[in-house]
């Protein structure tokens, strides 16, 4: 059996898996006897980190991915501290919504009484008072609500603006940054602005491996995906058909060399990906045998044509 191995998060995190799952859309769509036999095989390969958060909308379906992560951990006979948790905190409702008040709902909702790591949305405001944010961080850290925390998709300008608040109250700051990285995006992460930040002992947790199937060979998603920073999704798409011929070259599949790709940054700490069925758990694991036999620096090598948003997406972040 496959164990996946552990990368420390940060300068003051916890040791994670290299490899994440997330939970975006994912279990509500599953049979649950099927999740359940997955997510148990997850942690049985290795797998610690769980990122369960809350994407639900007024006006949309109720979402209870969340909901049935609590009981998919129950049924598998997983235990608390046989997994890290990973809860999503948004800024869209700060501070009408307290930072505090919205990870009440999302343990109330996953069934703990702790996160292990919290992650803070994307900025998609001007007028948000990253002190205020920091010194409340700090007050959750403190009496244990959170573990430690990061961002999602932040600035690096921001990042480093809210570590220095956040040092001033007495908190280690942000430990990881969550990036959409993959062959195809790849400007904000190889960056020098997240370089230095890097440098500083800031992890990588890198998501949007697969551009939402794309890149797997799904080039017709039927659900949602993420954001199009630049707009090249479609330029990813017609890159989707190269990445599968270096793919079958190698003798493995566009999913395993998009995850060895994600593992081959040095900052990586974990890769973040979501499986709705048992393959595609296993497909992914089967990417560090791929890093290992072939190494990082020719992985890197062979996907370099297909990186779609150099000098459209500036390194420095939203």
């Known amino acids: 059996m496959t164990v996946v191995p552990r990368r420390r998060l940060g300068t003051a995190g916890p040791e994670v898996s290299v490899l994440s799952l997330g939970s975006w859309h994912t279990y509500d769509r599953m049979d649950f006897a099927d999740a359940v036999a997955m997510v148990r095989k997850a942690v049985d ?26 009981a998919i ?47 803070l949305g994307d900025i998609r405001r001007d007028d948000l008072d990253l ?34 608040h956040a040092l001033a109250a007495g908190s280690p700051g942000p430990q990881l940054a969550q990036l959409k990285y993959s062959p195809c995006r790849r400007a904000i992460p190889d960056g020098e602005p997240f370089a230095g930040l890097f440098a500083d002992g800031l992890s990588l947790q890198a998501s949007d491996i697969l551009e939402g199937g794309i890149l797997a060979g799904r080039t017709s998603p039927s659900r949602e995906i993420g954001r199009d920073p630049g707009g ?25 060399l998009c995850v060895a790709f994600a593992l081959s940054h040095p900052a990586t700490a974990t890769v973040l990906f979501g499986a709705s069925r048992m393959q595609q758990l296993t497909d992914n694991v089967g990417a560090l045998e791929l890093l290992e036999r072939v190494g990082a620096e020719r992985v890197r090598e062979l996907v370099e044509p297909f990186w779609a948003d150099r000098g459209i997406v500036s390194p420095e972040g939203p």
């Open 232 to 256: 090249i999704r479609d330029r990813i798409t017609e890159a989707a058909a190269g990445l599968t011929a270096v793919a079958t070259g190698l003798g493995t599949t566009p999913a395993q």
């Open 73 to 119: 951990v129950r049924a598998g006979g997983i235990a608390r501290e046989d997994y890290l948790l990973s809860a999503k905190l948004w800024l869209e409702p700060y501070p009408q919504l307290s930072l505090r008040d919205q990870l009440a709902g999302a343990l109330f909702r996953a069934g703990v009484e702790h996160a292990d790591l919290a992650v």
């Open 45 to 70: 390969l290795g797998i610690n980190l769980f990122d369960v958060a809350v994407y639900s909308m007024p006006g949309h379906p109720p979402v209870f991915t969340d909901v049935l992560f609590s």
């Open 131 to 164: 002190k205020a944010i920091a010194e409340e961080l700090a007050e959750l850290e403190k009496e244990g609500l959170i573990g430690c925390w990061g961002v999602n998709n932040w600035s690096a300008t921001a990042v480093r603006t809210i570590r220095g």
